[in-house]
């Protein structure tokens, strides 16, 4: 152990033990108790199935699936949205990185678009946290950032449905996408961090569409399927 890890020791960001390889942000146990969803290209992703028929994407994938069991990745998924630790993208991201590089050989983007926020939730947050994500994702993995091409002119009002598949829907003219000709023959990918109804990846898939866009695909990095909701990592 060097002198600095024994003056100042490294905490791992979910059990707050001391860890010994300053360059990680998560214990070994941790890490490997975080449940990645593997990807299998001949199958279709469960929150692919969670959103159709209403919008039809050519293809969503999201390699953290959030469960009563996975109480650390929501500890994790707090540190970025909700506690400024802008870090906690590339920890997030390093871990995925095999299931990701799969996802992104199998597939061919020609631009990353995050999900934007409310600029008033963006200065209160300070950032946004889908912009972080697909900022790493974009580095990462070389393709075009778009971060202008979506934006959220109003704050998102959220209407109850009485529908078995999507329990909430956006206000329409929320999102607002500005998309020159030439873009609209690009295939997209919508990037957010996390994803429970979908009801924010159609709105924004729909003010893409209207503009007409041609092909959208969904990246999510985490995915709470409707029957697991957990309140605390609840969006709509
Ligand atoms: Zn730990």
């Known amino acids: ?12 960001m979910i059990c707050e033990h001391i860890i010994e390889h300053r360059s990680s942000h998560l214990c070994v146990s941790c890490a490997s108790s975080l449940y990645l969803s593997t990807y299998e290209y001949n199958r279709i992703h469960p929150m692919h199935l969670q959103f159709a028929p209403q919008v039809v994407l050519e293809v969503a994938y999201s390699p953290f699936i959030n469960s009563p069991y996975a109480a650390q990745l929501i500890q994790v998924l707090h540190a970025l949205k909700y506690k400024k630790q802008l870090f906690a993208a590339k920890v997030l991201c390093a871990l995925a990185s095999p299931q990701l590089s799969a996802f992104f050989e199998r597939h061919n983007f020609d631009i990353i678009v ?7 939730k963006k200065i209160k947050r300070g950032y946004n946290p889908a912009e972080v994500l697909a900022h ?17 002119p109003k704050r998102k009002a959220i209407q109850a449905l009485n529908n078995k598949h999507q329990r909430t829907n956006i206000q329409p003219g929320t999102f607002r996408a500005k998309i020159s000709q030439k873009q609209k023959k690009l295939h997209i990918l919508l990037i957010d961090d996390v994803c429970t ?12 569409k209207k503009q007409g866009v041609e092909k959208v695909s969904f990246l999510s990095l985490f995915f709470t399927p409707l029957e697991y909701e957990v309140k605390a990592t609840r969006d709509p």
């Open 1 to 12: 152990m060097g002198l600095a890890a024994l003056f100042f020791p490294k905490h791992c």
């Open 114 to 120: 995050p999900v934007p926020s409310h600029f008033l």
């Open 136 to 152: 790493e994702i974009a580095k990462e993995q070389g393709i075009a950032l778009g971060a202008k091409l979506l934006s959220q």
């Open 197 to 208: 109804t979908g009801a924010t990846m159609a709105a924004c898939y729909w003010a893409l």
